[in-house]
């Protein structure tokens, strides 16, 4: 079977669309595509199947999908930032009862009707939208024209009629406000590096703190992503690509234009190109982000077009992921997505990065200076507490976690390290700690409240944590479920756990990501206790997928010296035990059969995710 790239194409990291229906290529020429780059590998008996419809549908990848000629145009303008003729509005094209709105671009007719990121278009003209169609065929017309939306907005259908007229897409936006420097950046396309460039070049001089918007972006294409995203890191490798076969591609960087901090915004329509964007800000410590857990899409596309594969003709092409995709220091955000170093609601979200874009003060009385993720950020203490502004700066303060520290001013230089209920205390703010009453003395007390600062964990309904109980094998799932953001599993695996329970979507989503597995007789024993080294293989399990360096880890056998270190563990847990110790994250003092307790739990998945760069340090 030919090669028929003959070099490592430009990847998409564009969200998702639907498998649309294909026609003009061959099915032979298609199945051979999808047998050459097709990341996951198709099953031969996918490959027998006797339509294109079906062999996609089979691989169920929202990602992998033919394009016409009209619906590849569609989707470089959606990339590229060119002026259409329809709402102004960008629309995720995988069907969910309806085609999710990311996007409402500026002064656009779909902003002036009311349009809201996060809508579902259910229908176009009382014409129901199908989940086989691109939903800007119906949407895009001439200009003068009318159409009304049927909008599901959380399960309220509200009606939009709306006049047609040409939108500019503008990729790249930027403007001064105070001491930041905003840019709002909407998807990653061949102009996006440039756009930044101008955009630093032109506010630098006045800026303290760039802001950089992604709360819209879905995407795009990875080298923008990486020049984009070098301008302030400077780092010389952007990102890795693994292939099917675990070879890894590193995409370069270019120099930094700045080298002030970053403070990236996000949401849960932050995507693929803007998961690796604050990636890199991560991996590099220039800055962090603020406001919601990502998409979670860490895969990366090839487009095949006639310019670079013989079997596309009359404009067609076709979209194949090829590749799963990593940050410079090794983590994934497939699935997982990036986690915010703040999380922070999304009404809060540009107010309290606003506020961390005060300069540092000539003098230090009045002012906060917090010290996070190798970033220092100041506040003024009076702007902060205003009426305006004492809601998004209480929400900041209850979302710092414990590696942050925090410091009244006074004087002229005078710093006195203080704590965030302090600081509310003293500004009258009704504040709502993320921290427990009882692990103050616990060994893991870092790591339980680093975890609740994220809400990964609770407690019970005493406020408590209850660090010294043992944690059932249901519990321990629902836990590490949280920490990844896992979907609930379609079908439980196990006799014993039924769909409906409180554990049961967490459970079917770790066995369906092969984190974890049942007994011979088909039973998972939800409701008991889970020992130390079975929480210790999920964790390997996890960070094999989860990194760069945990999939490395993995596929080096147990060496004879490393045998005697981890003899009392079972055979099976042997390599799982040196993988996490490898990780630093083999803690907590129990014998392998020891019953695992909430604390040893916490405090392992903490390290971990920590040490994967999963939470950003």
């Not at 899409?297 to 095949?304: E, F, N, P, R, Y």
């Not at 909430?598 to 903490?606: N, P, Q, T, W």
Request: proline residues 5%; negative net charge; aromatic residues 8%.
């Amino acid at each position: 079977m030919k090669k028929l790239l003959s070099s490592l194409l430009a990847l998409c990291l564009t969200l998702s669309l639907a498998a649309l229906p294909a026609s003009a290529l061959e099915l032979d020429e298609a199945k051979e595509l999808l047998a050459v780059h097709y990341v996951e590998g198709v099953p031969p008996e996918v490959l027998e199947l006797d339509s294109l419809d079906a062999v996609l549908e089979a691989i169920n990848d929202p990602y992998t999908y033919y394009m016409t000629a009209e619906q590849y145009q569609s989707f470089n303008q959606s990339v590229n930032g060119q002026t259409v003729v329809g709402v102004g509005a960008t629309v995720e094209t995988a069907y969910d009862g309806g085609y999710r709105i990311m996007s409402v671009l500026p002064d656009s007719p779909a902003l002036e009707a009311g349009i809201q990121a996060g809508d579902i278009i259910v229908a176009v003209d009382g014409t129901t939208l199908p989940p086989d169609i691109d939903p800007r065929g119906p949407v895009v017309g001439e200009e003068g024209t009318q159409l009304t939306l049927t909008i599901n907005r959380s399960g309220q259908l509200l009606e939009f009629t709306i006049t047609r007229r040409a939108v500019n897409i503008p990729i790249v936006t930027y403007e001064q406000a105070g001491s930041a420097g905003v840019i709002d950046c909407i998807s990653f396309g061949l102009t996006t590096p440039m756009d930044m460039m101008e955009a630093i070049e032109e506010m630098n001089q006045d800026t303290a703190v760039w802001v950089v918007d992604l709360r819209s972006n879905p995407g795009g294409d990875s080298s923008a992503t990486a020049a984009a995203a070098g301008l302030f890191t400077g780092g010389k490798i952007m990102l890795y690509f693994r292939d099917g076969a675990g070879d890894y591609y590193a995409e370069p960087g270019i120099p930094a234009v700045t080298d002030k901090p970053v403070i990236v915004l996000t949401s849960e329509h932050s995507a693929s190109g803007s998961e690796l964007f604050a990636g890199d800000i991560r991996a590099y410590e220039a800055g962090i982000a603020l406001g919601q857990r990502t998409f979670g899409k860490g895969t990366a596309q090839i487009v095949l077009e006639a310019r670079n594969c013989e079997y596309m003709v009359n404009g067609e092409a076709m979209k194949i992921t090829a590749y799963r995709f990593f940050a410079p220091d090794g983590a994934t955000n497939h699935i997982v997505g990036v986690l915010p170093t703040l999380l922070i609601s999304p009404k809060n979200t540009e107010q309290a990065a606003l506020l961390l874009a005060y300069p540092e003060p000539a003098r230090a009385q009045n002012a906060l200076k917090l010290e996070l993720a190798g970033q220092t950020f100041y506040l003024d203490l009076k702007e902060a507490s205003s009426a305006e502004h004492r809601v998004a700066f209480t929400e900041l303060l209850e979302a710092l976690p414990p590696s942050a520290k925090l410091y009244q001013g006074s004087g002229e230089r005078t710093w006195t390290e203080t704590t965030p209920d302090q600081v509310a205390e003293d500004r009258g703010l009704k504040f709502s700690p993320r921290t427990f009453p009882d692990t103050a003395d616990s060994e893991f007390d870092r790591e339980i409240n680093t975890l609740a600062s994220y809400f990964i964990t609770d407690g019970y309904e005493d406020g408590g944590f209850h660090p010294e109980d043992t944690i059932t094998r249901a519990q321990f799932a629902v836990l590490v479920a949280s920490a990844l953001d896992l979907p609930a599993g379609k079908n439980s695996q196990f006799s014993d756990v039924t769909a409906d329970s409180w554990y049961g979507g967490a459970v079917s989503a770790l066995a369906d990501m092969g984190f974890l597995s049942g007994r011979d007789d088909g039973t998972f024993g939800p409701n008991e206790t889970i020992c130390y080294q079975e929480m210790v293989t999920v964790l390997s399990k996890v960070a094999a997928w989860a990194s760069i360096d945990g999939y490395s880890l993995e596929q080096e056998p147990l060496l004879l010296e490393e045998a005697v270190v981890y003899r009392d563990f079972a055979t099976w847990a042997q390599i799982p035990a040196r993988n996490l110790d490898v990780l630093e994250a083999l803690v907590g003092g129990l014998a392998p059969t020891d019953p695992g307790t909430r604390e040893v739990a916490a405090g392992m998945l903490c390290r971990l995710m920590e040490n994967i760069c999963l939470i950003w340090n």
